[in-house]
């Protein structure tokens, strides 16, 4: 979807300058499916809930019931962990491997019973993990309609969309419980030409190793990738791949964090579109991702010290810097300030001491000491695409131009980490409308997931019609995807 994003600069290069001042490791590709077997990409997602910042679950199972009846056959080699709620409006890679050929109807998954679910409570917020969070049951049977059909010696595709607005029991009061009950549903793969077997917008992790040569003569090299320390997946480059960061593949190091937007192809490779690279990892520095809580500011209103939710690390240094946990991140005048562009001329937009907020999703780099809470000298901040839910709001009226879909909307957030405070979306004509027409079927009853770069200004200013004002200071949010939820 981030291809998306290349329409967001036409003419608003004038307007933007108001913006100023845990598992056991597998390699989850396992090559040519042998003879009389296909390769399977599992993929993960999620619908979300509002309130829900961390809902991780380990999935020790996977197994395909073929059409008819018959043995199960197993889709996983080992356990995967995985944050549903970081997925929100986001897709990953969970498995990539060989299953025998044939046609499967139903999937059975088989989870861990502790769950860890976390949410953001206070002023300003603090993460909340469930002592007693349970799944109950610990193993589902979805169907999958219509039925999966794995070819020998071809690839499938099949997400996993875990519905947490379902899934998380709530009391009387509407207070989450911490009880889940699963409820999930399958989607098998719908192979295009652009996108293959699916599109991976939400995939990070570690470089163990670069090839710079291929015996495949559609691409130039690959890399591995090491994910959340359990599994490791080749990525595949050609001549179109982007880099950020580096010139190229051969400037790719062995302990460099990278963000990847890749496709599956139908033949079963990870190809990448875009690389985002941007600093090596060692024993004492690390990459921490999550939202910021808060802000500290001197009197130029320049961030010097800020609060970070730590929902992933690359790699796992969770013995010093435990994940979900509220970590101080100091700032100074040698701290670097970029944006995850993912090959997106993005150079008009501002990100910078003054323009980092509560609510933005980063990746802080930098060495790090354990305590309570734990320090984090900020290297480098970088500022990546992120979700945005909430209602739509009938005042002020949207902007809509004569597309339908260039212009705005004021977004009430559910999340904690706004305040109250709203935010203006601004949509163009290139942004993807899912479950709505365009503009013009906005309704205040649903809410809606919008994707995109949320920024930050203090200024008052205007962009494709859509005006705000200051103080206080502004949300204003680029959406190259506007959902809505069909939640209950």
């Known amino acids: 979807m981030r291809k998306h994003l290349i329409g967001l600069t036409i003419a608003i290069a004038a307007t933007l300058a108001v913006l100023s001042c845990g598992g056991s490791s597998t390699t989850s590709q396992t090559g040519p499916a ?20 961390s809902f991780v679950v380990t ?22 962990i995985v944050d549903f709620a970081s997925l929100r409006g986001f897709t990953t890679l969970l498995s ?18 502790d769950p860890v679910l976390t949410v953001l409570e206070g002023n300003p917020p603090s993460p909340q993990t469930f002592s007693n969070a349970t799944i109950s049951p610990t193993k589902v049977t979805a169907n999958i309609n ?6 020998a010696n071809s690839s499938s595709g099949l997400t996993l969309d875990f519905r947490l607005f379902q899934s998380i029991q709530t009391d009387s009061t509407g207070q989450i419980t911490g009880t889940v009950d699963p409820s999930i549903r399958v989607i098998p793969a719908v192979i295009t030409s652009a ?12 470089v163990e190793a670069v090839t710079t040569t291929s015996s495949n003569a559609n691409f130039t090299g690959s890399f591995t990738l090491r994910v959340r320390n359990t599994r490791t997946f080749q990525v595949n480059v050609q001549n179109s791949t982007k880099f950020e960061g580096v010139s190229g593949l051969g400037d790719l190091t062995k302990g460099m964090f990278v963000e990847v937007d890749a496709n599956v192809e139908q033949d ?85 001491p003054s323009a980092i907020a509560r609510g933005q999703h980063v990746v802080v780099h930098g060495p790090f000491t354990g305590g309570t809470p734990s320090i984090v000298t900020g290297n480098m901040i970088v500022l990546r695409p992120q979700p945005a839910m909430g209602n739509f709001l009938a005042t002020p009226a949207p902007v809509i131009g004569s597309d339908g879909m260039t212009g705005g909307y004021s977004l009430a957030p559910c999340n904690a980490l706004f305040q109250n405070q709203i935010v203006n979306v ?38 494709n019609g859509l005006s705000w004002t200051t103080p206080p200071p502004a949300y204003v949010f680029l959406a190259h995807l506007v959902r809505k939820l069909n939640l209950p």
């Open 34 to 53: 042998s003879a009389g077997s296909g390769q399977l990409a599992l993929m993960g997602t999620d619908a979300p809930v509002c309130g829900v910042d």
């Open 59 to 80: 999935i020790t199972s996977a197994t395909l019931t073929p059409q008819g009846g018959g043995t199960p056959v197993s889709v996983l080699d080992s356990s995967v």
């Open 96 to 113: 990539l491997g060989s299953v025998p050929a044939g046609t499967y109807s139903k999937i059975t998954f088989t989870f861990m019973p």
């Open 146 to 151: 219509p039925a999966l059909q794995v070819g």
């Open 195 to 206: 996108n293959g077997l699916g599109d991976i917008d939400k995939l990070e992790g570690i």
């Open 268 to 352: 079963g490779n990870i190809v990448a579109k875009d690389v985002e690279s941007e600093t090596v990892a060692d024993a004492t520095t690390a990459a921490f991702v999550g939202p910021v809580l808060s802000v500290t500011r001197d009197s130029n209103g320049n961030a010097t010290q800020l609060t970070l939710f730590v929902r992933a690390e690359h790699p796992d240094v969770s013995t010093t810097v435990p994940l979900r946990s509220k970590v101080v991140v100091n700032l100074s005048s040698a701290t670097r300030f970029k944006i995850a562009t993912f090959g997106t001329d993005l150079s008009t937009f501002l990100f910078n």
């Open 426 to 463: 601004v949509t163009f004509n290139s942004t993807l409308f899912d479950g709505l027409t365009d503009l013009n079927s906005l309704d205040t009853t649903s809410v809606y997931l919008n994707r995109g770069f949320l920024l930050y200004t203090t200024n008052s200013g205007s962009l």
